[in-house]
């Protein structure tokens, strides 16, 4: 058998769509519809930002506005009946001084209440970064982009739960 592609071996090359052209090595492509949209904006006019804590998710949309903070539908104090929580969904806007300038709309499912307001607080944070890339170290500093990771530790099998054994019986 020799080393050599046959005509029945397909032949992988890069195929571009029709009517692009490739950048020159070592450049970055030009600013386009993709990249834009990339960047967070799209053709809507909304900023974009993905949350999530725990197994809450969260989708934030943002436009320049009268301040309007709309979470499933609801104003953001309906929605979030702790006073913890509604200060976390608005301690982005807070600290870059954004407050009052843009209109919010968070779709947040799963988890719950403290989980989905960290979910929407990144969210926010990530969609703000997008607004204004400036804003993204005074962001960073308080915090806001940082991804809580920890999640609820897995049931085992012999025990009844993730650390708690069943009770142990000497005799």
């Not at 080393?3 to 692009?20: S, V, Y």
């Not at 982009?145 to 054994?165: C, F, H, I, N, W």
Request: proline content about 6%; cysteine-free; charged content about 30%.
């Amino acid at each position: 058998m020799s080393d050599q592609p046959t005509d029945a071996t397909p032949k992988l090359q890069p195929t571009l769509i029709e009517g692009a052209t490739a950048p020159p090595r070592g450049e970055a492509p030009e600013a386009g519809p993709e990249t834009s949209r990339l960047q967070g904006k799209l053709k809507s006019g909304f900023y974009w930002g993905t949350g999530r804590r725990k197994t809450a998710v969260a989708r934030v949309r943002m436009r320049p506005g009268d301040g309007k903070f709309l979470v499933n539908k609801r104003e953001v104090n309906a929605y979030f009946s702790e006073e913890r929580d509604r200060n976390d969904v608005v301690a982005p806007l807070k600290a870059t001084g954004t407050l009052g300038k843009f209109d919010i709309y968070a779709n947040v499912k799963g988890g719950g209440p403290t989980g989905q307001a960290g979910a929407v607080l990144l969210g926010v944070a990530r969609a703000l970064r997008n607004v204004d890339p400036t804003l993204e170290h005074a962001l960073r500093e308080g915090g806001f982009l940082t991804r809580d990771s920890r999640m609820v530790e897995r049931k085992k099998y012999g025990q009844s739960g993730a650390r708690r054994r069943f009770q142990f019986s000497k005799r």
